[in-house]
């Protein structure tokens, strides 16, 4: 996407309208599509119901705490991520990404609404999810309100951002079940979600804090529970622990943005 493009002055209805718009008939679109909204919006709860039989409450962590680490995770990579994967490549192919650009929304508009309906399930998951720890009566004041609110929001962009880089990659909306497997697979893995950093070598655990989710995980952690990614208590502010991941989160923000501005493709191949 050029500068150019981005930088385009447009007359009429406002940024915000024009791309509330999009984001509406995108949302049409997924409500029609019983297939992406099932994998959208019952896989992951899914995910999330089978911490119990996955034995994740080993008692040093919060059980309530666990399960909105579990829920958000789960939540940024199946459906923030993999889904864009899919309905980018998908618009892409239909030409409808190529003809938007013709009218008067710019590149942000377009790809920002295209992720909307998307953000808006992974942030209702996330509020379902929180909704459900308090009635189980597994809420627990957590260590840190902003933090795990920095790490909800930041690792959603993270996503949309990963996911228009894939695109560049990934030919068919099909493929995308290829391509993204090194981020659904390998980082969620490494990421703590399921299981804590801290059973593994100690270098592949400082390896695993420098992939994408694992930084998400480690803020929510020391959030919500006050827990380093190695299960240590923290005493007092946990914002000192939380200069390195923050410090990834951010690199990989940039390194997100830089791919996709230059790799994304608004037109398929031919």
Known sequence: MSAATLDR????????????????AETRLLVRNRTALVNSVLLPLLFVAAVPALGLDDGEFPY????????VGISLVMVTYYNLVTTYVARREDLVLQRMRTGELTD????AGTAAPTVFVTLGQVAVIAAGVV???????????????????????LMVVLAAAS????????????????????????????????????????????????PVVELLQLG?????????PVDGSVWPHAAVPLAVLAGWLVVGAVAARRGFRWAPRR
């Open 9 to 24: 002055p447009t007359t009429g209805p406002s940024r915000l309208s024009r791309a509330w718009s999009l984001a509406s």
């Open 64 to 71: 309530g705490a666990r399960l909105l680490v579990t829920a």
């Open 108 to 111: 942000v508009e377009v790809l």
């Open 135 to 157: 009635v189980l009566g597994e809420w627990s004041a957590p260590a840190d309100v902003v933090l795990p609110l920095v790490a909800l929001l930041a690792g959603t962009l």
């Open 167 to 214: 695109t560049s990659f990934t030919r068919t909306p099909e493929s995308a079940q290829i391509t993204t497997l090194p981020i659904i697979v390998v980082s969620t893995g490494l990421s703590g979600v399921f299981y804590p950093l801290s059973v593994l070598p100690e270098a592949l655990g400082e390896i695993a804090r420098f992939l994408p989710l694992t």
């Open 224 to 232: 919500l529970a006050g827990q380093t990614w190695q299960g240590d």
